[in-house]
């Protein structure tokens, strides 16, 4: 199961988003934990920021399996929408064409992350302006956090964020017309069907300091869910 181990680097391995781990990793978490726990109990899922993302993509394609597997679903400052960030430079950088600061790797964080340079610094620049919306800002305080950064994730993810925030609704990730077509038999990516989530128990909580996460976008999809 790959989210019970550190993916290798190879460009298939990275060829994911929120969706693959809603979709397939955490599934494959819940029927670990119950055929570990060898009865009928239900699981409690605690999500934070993006991965509250990929099991809100698990509920809408699977939804009558969380329900028979979880007991609720708690939320901390769920990414849904990106329609009122809180950081300016958060907002360029999604502004960009793409996320591709290096167009020979597939993955964030690939290096060790107290080393400095220019292989990553346009990373940590992301990584330190979601913590303190400020780039200038505590940079010695940087190396720090990222020296526990766990796996890192792929561009894929950071490119499917920018969908979300450039569509202003939660989009399912654009291969282009092409693949698209394969996929969705449409030139556009269909949304997520919010109608989908149904009879699952959802607690969310949301802090009023986060840099991506405003309280607006969490009632937007706080009303979705109702």
């Known amino acids: 199961m790959s989210a019970l181990k550190r993916r290798s680097r190879t460009d298939l391995n990275w060829n994911f988003s929120f969706h693959e781990i809603g979709v397939f990793d955490i599934p494959q978490v ?3 934990l119950m055929n570990y726990i060898h009865n009928d109990n ?12 990929a099991i809100l993509s698990g509920l809408c394609e699977l939804s009558e ?4 597997n979880t007991k609720c679903i708690v939320f901390f400052n769920p990414i849904c929408v990106l329609n ?5 430079y958060i ?3 999604l502004q960009k064409s793409s996320f591709d600061f290096n167009s020979n790797k597939k993955e964030v964080f690939p290096y060790i992350p107290y080393e400095d340079n220019d292989n990553n610094k346009e ?3 992301i990584f330190r302006s979601v913590l303190f919306n400020d780039i200038s800002s505590n ?13 890192g994730s792929s561009f894929q993810m950071c490119n499917h964020l920018k969908q979300i ?20 038999h449409s030139e556009k990516p269909p949304e997520y069907n919010m109608n989908n989530i149904s009879k699952v128990k959802i607690l969310m909580y949301v802090g009023l300091e986060d840099k991506l996460i405003n309280i607006s976008d969490t009632r937007w999809l706080r009303d979705k869910l109702q």
Do not use: W
């Open 84 to 88: 009122h960030i809180n950081s300016l």
């Open 123 to 125: 990373e940590k620049n």
């Open 65 to 68: 399996f969380y329900q028979k």
């Open 165 to 184: 925030f450039t569509s202003k609704t939660f989009i399912k990730y654009d291969y282009e017309i092409s693949l698209n077509k394969m996929i969705y």
């Open 139 to 151: 940079i010695d305080r940087v190396n720090v956090y990222l020296s526990h950064y766990p796996n």
């Open 30 to 32: 819940i029927k670990y």
């Open 91 to 93: 907002i360029e950088q």
């Open 42 to 53: 239900q699981c409690i899922l605690f999500a934070h920021s993006i991965g509250a993302t």
